[in-house]
Structures are given as C-alpha cells and as structure tokens.
C-alpha cells in the first residue's frame, strides 16, 4: 500500500526514541531497516565522521541492497543561553545535527543519483523556524539542516529523489525529560514559547508516521516539503 515493501531504509540515530520509532514504523511497512546509531543497533555509526558514514553506506549496500530511503534522525541537544555556550557545545550541535546530515546525504545522494530514485527525510525542528530561549546552537543547526536538505531535494529532483524534513515540536523522549522547565503543552510566556493547541505532547511514532508517509509512494510529488508535527504549536501550517 505504501509502495516500500522492497525498499532498503538506512534510519540514523535509530537507537532511540524518534529513531527507533522511524525504524520499526519502516519495519512493519515492509523496508528492510539499517538501524544505525553509536550504540546499541546492527549498524554502529558516528554521523559526525565522513569517512565513517561513507563506510557504513557501502556496508548497508553489500550486504541489504540499494539504498532507496534514508532518514536523518541522530540529533544533540544542548541548551544554554547563547552567551553561555561555548566553542565546543556549538561545535558538537552543529557536527551532529548540520554536518551530520551533509554526511550521510552525500554518501547516500551520490548512489542514488545513477539509479534515478530515492527519497530522503530529515527530521528537524520546529525551533528551525521559531526562535527558543537557551536554544540557539540547537535552533540554528536544525535550520542549518532543513535548508541544505531542501537545496538537495532542488538538485536532485531532476533525477526522480525527493527530498522533505519533518519538523517534530515537543515529543515524549528522553531528550525532552532531559529539560527543565515548564509545562510544553501550557507554554511559557516568559521564554517566548507559545503551548501547544492540541494539548498534548507528541509521542515519538506520531512523528515516524509522518516519515512513513513522505518516504511512500503516496508522497510522490511532494519534495522540498517541511512537514511540522508539533500540535500547532508554530501557529502556522
């Protein structure tokens, strides 16, 4: 039905959380899942080394087949006011959220081109979009990420490879308990932050349906999309 019964999936940051979700909800639709993460999955991977992913992208293809969807989830996030971050907290945020999307894009784009067909999701943010208190290395990674990922999906869509993010608001992960502060779905005036309207945090498959459907053939002519699945936090579509 989804048109991804023979498709080989590479999921990173499948380990947990949004990553885990997006490799079973791939799973139970049909692909055939290179779970890859740290720790903790088939496919040990450090996005934040090219040679690393380069490596592991010619591994999944010797040993499942071509790669026909990849879905960037492996994400850090590290808050602090953006006069209290230092060199290596903003450097660490972008080498795994920015770069390491370029990474595995790259390796990946480069074998889908000559096949003609493909199709990438990289999962974002809604903080790409929207400023966030203690937020800004994260905030300006994820938006560092959504725009490289539509400028691929512009350079590649002549060769049938579609490309779209998803942008997840407050989701129900260790990375959110990781948090303090207060109540998401009530908001937070004083930090700028708006609450969600339909009162409810989001659970982590919630946003791995999502990527099911931007990576199946009923998303055919969708590219370049943001998809936001954050309860109308953003206030906008």
């Known amino acids: 039905m989804d048109g991804i019964g023979d498709s080989v999936a590479l999921v990173t940051g499948a380990g947990r959380g949004i ?14 899942v290179a779970a890859a993460d740290l720790d903790g999955t088939p496919y040990p991977l450090d996005v934040r080394d090219p040679h690393a992913v380069d490596g592991l992208v010619d591994l999944v ?15 850090v996030l590290h808050p602090a006011r953006a006069q209290d971050t230092d060199d290596e907290r903003w450097r660490q945020t972008f080498a795994v959220n920015a770069d ?4 595995t894009c790259r390796a990946v784009a480069r074998r889908m081109v ?13 903080a790409a979009t929207i400023p966030r208190v203690g937020m800004a290395a994260y905030a300006a990674s994820k938006a560092a990420a959504r725009a490289f990922t539509q400028c691929l999906g512009l350079e ?55 990527v099911l459907f931007l990576v199946s053939s ?3 002519h969708i590219t370049l999309h943001d998809l936001l699945v954050d309860g109308g936090a953003t206030l906008r579509a």
Not at 19 to 32: D, F, K, P
Not at 100 to 103: I, L, M
């Open 19 to 32: 990553g885990a979700a997006v490799a079973e909800t791939l799973t139970r639709a049909g692909a055939t």
């Open 61 to 75: 293809e010797r040993e499942l087949g071509p790669i026909d969807i990849l879905v960037n989830v492996a994400g």
């Open 100 to 103: 390491g999307v370029f990474h």
């Open 114 to 126: 000559p096949r003609r067909r493909g199709s990438i999701v990289t999962v974002g943010s809604n």
């Open 156 to 210: 590649l869509a002549g060769h049938g490879i579609r490309c779209n993010i998803v942008s997840p608001g407050s989701t129900d992960t260790a990375m959110l308990r990781a948090l303090q502060g207060g109540d998401p779905v009530a908001g937070d005036l004083a930090a700028f932050r708006t609450g969600i309207p339909l009162g409810r945090v989001a659970e982590p498959r919630d946003v791995a349906e999502a």
């Open 218 to 220: 009923r998303a055919r």
